[in-house]
Antibody, heavy 116, light 107 residues
Framework: EVQLVESGGGLVQPGGSLRLSCAAS????????MHWVRQAPEKGLVWVSR????????NYVDSVKGRFTISRDNAKNTLYLQMNSLRPEDTAVYYC?????????WGQGTLVTVSS | YELTQPPSVSVSPGQTARITCSGD??????TYWYQQKTGQAPVLVIY???ERPSGIPERFSGSSSGTTVTLTISGVQAEDEADYYC???????????FGAGTKVTVL
């Protein structure tokens, strides 16, 4: 059974940093592109970032470029999202999502709250 | 790049609901559809425009015509009440984008 378990969310002040992790199991992690998707309270889904299977290529939504970095450790079957210079508008549930096909599996999400 | 969905669709049980998603790059990129019920993570219901994942009821189907793709729910049931989102990529596959979502209400 595919499992994606996010962690690392919490309350952070504006300008602060957090690193989200996503532990993957039940499939061959190294074969799949991975994504982060977020959802602000009572709002729609927003695609944030993706990374290819070996970690050599990544893409971001414009609103997080230069502040967020996606990475992966294939030896640990773990996906990461390093979030710097956080803003109140980054407040959301962050989901780890598997590709092939896109969105076949989602984690339960981890809540990030940016507030003073 | 934006994907356009209607904000809401209302349908009676047993009837057919159609949700459209429009975007300029849709002739070049596949579209995916997700169902999200309150308080839950999204579930993939259609991928690559028309493919249905295993475990998704046959009443869910997808179609494509030009720059518009459509999710059709035939014989709508009360359990289909949810938000539905489309996802696709820009023309160069540099990034991906969700539509704003369509709330399906079963009357």
């Amino acid at each position: 059974e595919v499992q994606l378990v996010e962690s690392g969310g919490g309350l952070v002040q504006p300008g602060g940093s957090l690193r989200l992790s996503c532990a993957a199991s039940g499939f061959t992690f190294t074969n799949y592109w991975m994504h982060w998707v977020r959802q602000a309270p009572e709002k729609g889904l927003v695609w944030v970032s993706r990374i290819n299977s070996d970690g050599s290529s990544s893409n971001y939504v414009d609103s997080v470029k230069g502040r967020f970095t996606i990475s992966r450790d294939n030896a640990k079957n773990t996906l990461y999202l390093q979030m710097n210079s956080l803003r109140p508008e980054d407040t959301a549930v962050y989901y780890c999502v598997r590709d092939m096909p896109m969105g076949a599996s989602w984690g339960q999400g981890t809540l990030v709250t940016v507030s003073s | 790049y934006e994907l356009t969905q209607p904000p809401s669709v209302s349908v009676s049980p047993g009837q057919t609901a159609r949700i459209t998603c429009s975007g300029d790059a849709m002739t070049k990129q596949y579209t995916y559809w997700y169902q999200q019920k309150t308080g839950q993570a999204p579930v993939l219901v259609i991928y690559k425009d028309t493919e249905r994942p295993s475990g998704i009821p046959e009443r869910f189907s997808g179609s494509s015509s030009g720059t518009t793709v459509t999710l059709t729910i035939s014989g709508v049931q009360a359990e289909d009440e949810a938000d539905y989102y489309c996802l696709s990529a820009d023309s160069t596959n540099s990034y991906e984008v969700f539509g704003a979502g369509t709330k399906v209400t079963v009357l």
